[in-house]
């Protein structure tokens, strides 16, 4: 199927025309009365078609086809498999939105994700290409020798990847749900079909093939509506470079809603309840069991006046829904009180660089911008999914083009980012703040039903403030056609090109942790002598177990995209990056130093962001577990405690342990190998 160049291009020319011409018979197809529905369908079942074809026709049962799809892949296609594996759901779906909320403190992750394939390109990508294999953890294990190594780098592997397949498992359920009127939970297990379709056939060859095509749709999906909204609010098609203007408007809205009399009522209403619900956690279980008694007494009295039937139901339903016993209601209300402090800040000034009422909270934004971006920049140029796509190209050369490619197509999407922000927030403001609630446009009550936009008229007087919307950041990007008010169609495309950028992804991360498996445990410490054949039956049998358990985590809803993306990145970041730096560039790296290392920098991350971001763990019978951050650094950041310790336990015990002669031979031959081929 795949020749040369020429014909490589020539496929996926013809491939982008015909999505195209798709998107352009949808359009008049709705024109002509088709339903909303039935376009989400349209688009669901053409997108996974196109992937599944091309997954069927990439089909292998070569091991090196499989892991490293031959290592024949072209910079240039090479980048933009790396573009669609990278730019995740995360980044299609919950970039703009923390943009949205937070302002510049999101430009963290656009600095932070792009800054992260320099370091790619600079110090990784050319030495683990010229080593060839198949894994990170192979490289490890060549370069620190034992199986210790190789295992504690599989289980690092597997963490990371597993935390960060659920967020792209979680974004499907999330699209699928609200574009084509799917259960959340069903939506999460037909994505997770639309991931095995390509991953399982033919493992790194169909799943690079498909990436391509993939990254066509996202990018395709991601500039059109922020194009058109730019084209109609200032008549130039071209968001990146007028969203500035729009931006100056948007800080015009800020000054004028922010602090009205109505604003500000609701705002004190909400810390009037967030002191409530802290009055009431602290009188427990006391309160508890007064409360009961209170909806006990008010449905008895109006059983025994004229109230209807429907209300005293209501209130039965309220008394069923209370929490059984004291933890559950310490859970719950601290939950809402939490929510309604947030909701009684006031909101941030998009443009504003630091917020905070003085200058300690100006320090905590600055020290946290900082954090995040250092370790969204060494978690990149440590995730293994990403690592491994640099074994796929012909040469070295090769692979530091391909460095060049991913960032220049990654790049397209990152420039547009902030201005779909600043854009869908001009929306917001302009054409939803202070209307009244009952006028409400449909894509409000659509999205509620998904769980992602909340209204509440706490002030009790029809208008709705700014206050009283609650979006979560996974709704900015797939809402804001809807928004806007444009055909229907775009926000299908918009969800087709998320369900791509999930999908590539995940594809991606399931093939990682399943090659660490079937290759770097079972093939290289369990059975050495197993066929070509049994390892790959290995490989798909453990796809589809792993799969399986990554939907049904998902399914629960553990966090936003981003948080938990921003989780994989500091545990990739503390187990892998200084193994790997210290590796190819420091001879005095010892195999104990480099074990030590990445115990301690991967367990320091796991060990803060559940001690900062959970209260418990109910599957250990962990109560009572939170503490305060340390430095005020979030759960987000942990990475930069992880990667630092990790550093500095390789050079402490590195230099009180016996070196390994053989390392300096080794560093040799892919250092000189790397510079020979690079420069020729």
């Excluded at 998107?23 to 078609?49: D, K, N």
């Excluded at 395709?220 to 109609?232: F, G």
């Excluded at 809603?257 to 004190?268: Q, S, Y």
Aim: some cysteine.
């Amino acid at each position: 199927m795949f020749g040369s160049l020429t014909k490589l291009q020539r496929y996926y020319l013809y491939y982008t025309a015909s999505f195209l011409l798709f998107i352009g018979a949808l359009a008049v197809l709705e024109q002509h009365g088709m339903p909303p529905r039935w376009i989400g369908y349209a688009f669901l079942f053409f997108t996974i078609s196109m992937y599944a074809v091309i997954g069927i026709m990439s089909r292998t049962s070569d091991v090196s086809e499989y892991y490293v799809a031959g290592r024949s892949v072209p910079a240039f296609f090479n980048g933009m498999a790396t573009g669609a594996d990278w730019m995740s759901a995360a980044s299609f779906i919950g970039l703009a939105g923390t943009l949205y909320l937070s302002g510049h403190q999101g430009l963290a992750y656009v600095i932070g994700w792009t800054g992260g394939f320099v370091l790619v390109a600079l110090l990784l990508a050319p030495y683990l290409r010229r080593f060839g294999e198949y894994t990170i953890p192979d490289f490890l294990g060549a370069r620190y020798g034992g199986n210790a190594i190789r295992l504690v780098a599989v289980a690092a592997a597997i963490l990371a990847s597993f935390v960060y397949v659920v967020a792209q498992i979680y974004g499907v359920g999330v699209i699928t749900s609200r574009f084509v009127s799917l259960q959340f939970e069903i939506g999460v297990f037909v994505g997770l079909a639309g991931i095995l379709v390509c991953s399982f056939l033919g493992g790194m060859r169909a799943v690079t093939w498909t990436q391509v095509a993939q990254y066509v749709i996202l990018i395709i999906a991601y500039i059109t509506p922020v194009a058109i909204l730019s084209y109609n609010v200032t008549g130039n098609p071209v968001p990146q470079l007028v969203y500035g203007k729009v931006l100056q408007e948007v800080g015009r809205l800020e000054e004028r809603l922010f602090d009205t009399p109505a604003e500000i009522e609701v705002r004190k209403l909400y810390r009037e309840r967030a002191d409530l619900y802290a009055q009431k956690i602290m009188q427990l279980p006391h309160s508890l069991s007064h409360e009961r008694e209170q909806l006990s007494q008010r449905i008895n009295e109006m059983k025994n006046s004229d109230t209807q039937m429907k209300d005293i139901v209501a209130l039965e339903k309220q008394r069923r829904d209370m929490p059984h016993d004291p933890e559950q209601a310490k859970a719950r209300w601290e939950s809402a009180m939490f929510s309604a402090v947030d909701r009684s800040k006031p909101p941030i000034h998009h443009a504003e660089a630091f917020p905070g009422d003085d200058a300690e909270q100006q320090l905590i934004q600055r020290i946290n911008f900082l954090a995040l971006i250092f370790c969204l920049t060494v978690g990149t140029a440590a995730l293994p999914h990403v690592l491994t796509r640099y074994y796929t190209t012909p040469t070295v050369s090769q692979a530091r083009d391909s460095v060049f490619w991913s960032l220049l197509f990654i790049l397209l999407l990152y420039i547009t980012a902030p201005a779909y922000a600043v854009f869908a927030k001009y929306e917001v403001l302009s054409h939803l703040v202070e209307i009244p609630i009952a006028k409400l446009p449909g894509w409000v009550a659509a999205w509620a039903k998904v769980g992602l936009v909340s209204i509440e008229d706490i002030n009790g007087d029809g208008i709705l403030q700014i206050a009283e919307l609650s979006m979560n950041p996974d709704v900015i990007v797939l809402a804001t056609p809807e928004i806007a008010g444009m055909p229907y169609v775009v926000s299908g495309l918009v969800a087709a090109g998320g369900l791509a950028a999930a999908l590539s992804t995940a594809d991606g991360l399931l093939l990682t942790i399943t090659t660490a498996l079937s290759h770097d445990v079972y093939y290289r410490i369990v059975r050495p002598d197993a066929s070509t054949q049994l390892r790959l039956v290995i490989s798909k049998s453990l796809l589809l177990v792993v799969a399986v358990l990554a939907a049904t985590v998902a399914a629960q809803k553990p966090g936003t995209i981003l948080s938990m993306v921003a989780w994989a990145f500091s545990i990739a970041g503390s187990a892998f990056f200084p193994a790997l730096v210290l590796g190819i560039f420091w001879n005095r790296a010892t195999r104990a130093g480099a074990l030590s290392g990445m115990l301690v920098g991967s367990l320091l991350s796991i060990y803060y962001i559940l001690r900062v971001e959970f209260d418990s763990i109910p599957w250990l019978g962990i109560s009572g577990f939170n503490m305060v951050p340390w430095f005020h650094v979030h759960s987000t950041s942990a990475g930069l405690f992880g990667v630092l310790a990790g550093f500095l336990t390789i050079v402490v015990v590195s230099l009180f342990t016996k070196p390994d002669p053989q390392a300096t031979s080794f560093l040799q031959g892919i250092r000189c190998s790397s510079d020979r081929e690079g420069r020729a």
